[in-house]
């Protein structure tokens, strides 16, 4: 078999792994949900009645309890390898790119799964004026999935440091601030604009082009974090 | 840097201050013609800072291909050099921007961009505070400050061409731009600076390496050499 359907497997293995672990425990998911949900509901009581916020305060406050929420849950994955010791063995097993790509995987969909629970119950609470479904629908599922390649390597790092409260938050931020504000930008564009389409489209572009250029470089230095 | 550079340099920096309110003559077309002079100290500033920090990139890198602890510690120094410049661009940005905009802080994609600057310094510095482990702090350092430069590339030199902004765009080296007697005390004020900026990374260097060698004298961790700590 070739090199490169060689850690392709390896990386599907590592996905399912993770999320076979993770359906046992349910500790990121909860972590990441529960975050988001109270959050959510927090901001549904402070924001009564929601029909007086303007579209792009609660656009703006959608994505910081989306990064918040994600804060609360992505560097699990790597942290769970540390605590209970299984690190060395998926080293000496799988290659760093599988590693990797697999984790990298695993925290998209946990991403998507986070908006998938998130979004609709925060349109329903506060009343968010969309006005371009399909936009609003491909800036959510493209930005979420940024979020996931900007942190996942700050994830491992965060996983080998001694200790790790609240550095995951502080390391995160300012990689994924670009994806963030691009996407804060497009979801007001998607709520509010009259041609949302040609006013997102560069904010599109951005994000595209953001993971394009960041799971590359994350690749790049992931294998001198991974391996002791 | 021998002690006639160090002279050298005073006089020069103290030189080009005198020209910058002495003999450069008031900015026309801004709201105070007087205090656009700070443009003359504000700028290089702003230059160093981002030279600082592709310096941090480069030696993170350099680290990471080398494993030479020596290479670690000047990242360091980069980045620690690349936080001073940065409070002071902001600082002589902002005061500034009071003049000229009626506000200190606008939001404007740059002042956004320096902002995110210090913060990714700041968590780097918080990262090295985090690891025990010398070669295990360099790695991951080295790792976070490699992955910080795209998003820090985005931010500098995208975020202000997609979005409007206060500050002038292409100023520097175009013909339009800024007067040639502006210009002309920036790089000199440029010039100085950047000899301070040489000669600060030196002096913080030494002390790094005298610091090592302390430590190996003491032989607390006989297992970091400055030369040849290949694994």
Redesign the interface.
């Known amino acids: 078999m070739s090199r490169s359907s060689g850690w392709a497997r390896e990386a599907i293995a590592v996905f399912a792994k993770d999320w076979l672990v993770e359906l046992r425990t349910r500790v990121a998911l909860g972590a990441v949900v529960l975050f988001a949900f109270t959050s959510v509901v927090a901001s549904g009581f402070a924001l009564e009645p929601p029909s007086g916020v303007p579209a792009e305060v609660k656009a703006s406050l959608l994505w910081v309890i989306l990064f918040f929420a994600a804060v609360a849950g992505l560097s699990r994955v790597f942290v769970v390898e540390e605590e209970t010791r299984t690190a060395d063995a998926l080293r000496l097993t799988v290659s760093p790119a599988g590693v990797f790509v697999g984790k990298l995987a695993f925290n998209t969909v946990l991403m998507c799964l986070l908006c998938a629970v998130t979004v609709p119950l925060y349109l329903l609470l506060l009343e968010a004026p969309v006005r371009h479904w399909n936009l609003f629908v491909v800036v959510v599922v493209l930005g979420s999935m940024a979020l996931a390649c900007?942190t996942t390597?700050?994830g491992a790092?965060v996983a080998?440091?001694?200790?790790?409260g609240a550095?995951f938050g502080?390391?995160a931020?300012?990689?994924?601030?670009?994806p963030l504000?691009v996407a804060i930008h497009a979801t007001k564009a998607a709520w509010v604009s009259e041609n949302g389409w040609r006013v997102a489209t560069?904010d599109l572009q951005?994000l595209t082009g953001?993971m394009l250029?960041?799971v590359p470089?994350?690749l790049?230095?992931?294998e001198?974090?991974w391996s002791e | 840097m021998s002690n006639i550079a160090k002279a050298l340099t005073g006089v020069w920096i103290a030189g080009v201050i005198a020209v910058a309110f002495l003999w450069l003559p008031p900015a026309q077309g801004f709201r105070s013609p007087e205090a656009a002079r700070i443009v003359v100290f504000h700028v290089p500033c702003a230059i160093l800072t981002f030279v600082a920090f592709l310096l941090n990139a480069a030696y993170s890198w350099g680290y990471?291909r080398t494993r030479e602890p020596l290479t670690d510690a000047k990242a360091n120094i980069a980045a620690e050099l690349g936080m001073l410049f940065a409070v002071l661009a902001t600082v002589t940005g902002s005061l500034f921007a009071l003049e000229q905009w009626g506000s200190a802080w606008n939001w404007d994609p740059r002042e956004t961009s320096i902002v995110?600057l210090m913060?990714?310094y700041?968590?780097y510095f918080?990262?090295r505070g985090?690891?025990?482990e010398r070669t295990?702090r360099a790695?991951?350092s080295?790792?976070?400050a490699?992955?910080?430069?795209?998003?820090?590339v985005?931010?500098i030199w995208?975020?202000p061409r997609?979005v409007e902004s206060l500050h002038p765009s292409n100023t520097l080296f175009s013909r339009s731009g800024l007067d040639p007697m502006y210009r002309l005390t920036l790089w000199s004020f440029f010039a100085g600076l950047l000899a301070v900026f040489v000669w600060m990374f030196r002096l913080r260097l030494r002390v790094e390496i005298a610091e090592t060698r302390l430590r190996q004298q003491m032989s607390c961790e006989p297992e970091t050499t400055l030369t040849g700590a290949k694994r």
Not at chain 2, 146 to 152: G, N, T
């Open positions: 900007a390597a700050v790092i080998k440091a001694t200790t790790r550095l502080v390391l931020f300012p990689v994924a601030l670009p504000l560069g951005v953001f250029v960041i470089a994350s790049l230095v992931f001198h974090i | 990471l995110m913060l990714v700041a968590a918080v990262l985090a690891v025990e295990k790695r991951l080295a790792a976070y490699l992955l910080a430069f795209p998003a820090m985005f931010l995208i975020l997609i």
